[in-house]
């Protein structure tokens, strides 16, 4: 089974999820409706809501009581996501997101805090109308975990000898704790037992922290066209991100000097980051990102070994191949 | 009675809060508790954890089970302020709040847009572990009305003619919203009947619109030590507020033509907002302001009539006593 089969499989609620998201961000105030949609047509692979859906129907979750709660919860995810994105292209000072310009870029950094405060406060909305307590107590964790990932994130810049522990724990927090929670939440809704929602937070914590780094691989190794913003970004804003750091650690002192006056050129070149890419190839530093998402994807499918049966094996195997997914996608 | 002895009065509580708040904002994320500090040791009145008290109090709520859950949701509602100020600043590009350089000012815009939404993850944990779905649901509401409202603000800048109307429903969503919340929220800790929570709950609206009425005013009226903050302020940023709205209504074509010149100068001088200000005290542009928010101080005085008792004559009195300082303060 492959990543589109598996949004083919769940393309019934995935329609459900994006009316919902639609129906949830109508405001009379014009701006709000406006940004939600041109950020929810400029595409995004809805990771998050998938997770929801597949873990609860792994979980034996059943929609067949009309009561929608996997659409209500990925919608509160997306929600959530859509709303960091918008901060983040403040924070990052973005211009450009998923190839179109960025909301920041378009409307101002004000309209993108304002509307990214909106959606928040819907998800908030959504969560208490539920009100679950266990699954406020993960995303409200969540939340608070990517603001703190962030933060740590810009005291950590231009950093180049961060740890690895650093990064990973940074990473964590600012993506995996979202990730992990939308496993969790499906957890839940099935009514498993604590061990398989551990179980299953641990997987979404895998994938998470994969999918963090292979991103981070991506910014060196993919292309613009495809990649949807300029390579080589992330060295660009001064995020130290493992491919760097790796390079950073292993390389002798001339090269070290090299990087650290890359780092602090007034503007990096298309040289400098070319150069800084050649390093990273000839130091293996490429080899080990991948390699150490590898290790979480085995890692993730691991933590969910046990939870393989006859009945649901359509939705297992469906969850393995969104974690391929995480580290076989070139965008 | 006046506001000060509305505070010593309070004063235990509002110790505790304040212990409480420090509690709450700790993260071994190191600049989160720098900035957090920073940020409640600059000042600010305390006027919504003080309404969350005095209304709890009035409407019977006792602290003597331990549970506390006054000093809980007063931490609540000044995270939620606190957050969204600093939102604030990044959108209004403040440089400076309450006399002190603001937070972007001082550490950046992506770390007041990040620190916001850590004071806003923390204000959604202690909701959710409380679990009160009527208080939830009142202060999502208020989250989303006050993100409304700024980006309605946004949308309105540099419209001179603005109508009251829509002024009044901006500063409603903005600042009325959570002052309401949190006089709602006192008195469903007080358990009281739904009328009386409903009557509090327009008590707090109405002090709310006067509240930013006389923000609008002091704005133009007040001095820069005073208020900690360079006069004149909203007609640089471009905020059309009462004061203006009345006296562009009420001028005729000259002086509408040169407010209009005003408005789009490139830059607004000393001798434009001096002659701004001569202007609106010559159309009675301050005295209406200021005769408006009486009104709402009266309408709120009212709605809470019908709750003064022999036995908690004592809060009733405070609550009164804030309603007056609202309209007679100076900053």
Known sequence: MSFKDAITLLQDDLTKVEEYIKKNYNSDVALIPTISSYLYNGGGKRLRPLLVLITSKLCGYSSHNGSGRHITYSCVVEFIHAATLLHDDVVDESDIRRGNPSVNAKWGNDASVLVGDY????????????????????????????????????????????????????????????????????????????????????FGKNIGI??????????????????????????VEGKVTLPLIH??????????DELREIMNSPEISREQLKRVIYLMKSYGAIDYTMQRARDYIENAKQSIASLKSSSTEQYFNTLISVADYIVERKS
């Open 119 to 202: 959606l928040f406060s819907r998800s908030f909305s959504l969560m208490a109308e539920d009100n679950d307590k266990r699954i406020m107590a993960i995303l409200s964790d969540a939340i608070k975990s990517v603001a703190e990932g962030e933060i740590k994130q810009l005291i950590n810049k231009y950093t180049l000898d961060t740890t690895e522990d650093v990064y990973l724990d940074t990473i964590n927090r600012k993506t995996a704790a979202l990730i992990s929670a939308c496993c969790g939440i499906g957890a839940i809704l099935g009514g498993v037992t604590n061990d398989k929602v551990d179980a299953l937070i641990s």
């Open 210 to 235: 994969a999918f963090q780094l292979v991103d981070d691989l991506l910014d060196y190794t993919s292309n613009e066209m495809v990649l949807g913003k300029p390579v080589g970004n992330d060295l």
């Open 247 to 256: 390079l950073y650690r292993e390389a002798n002192e001339g090269r070290k």
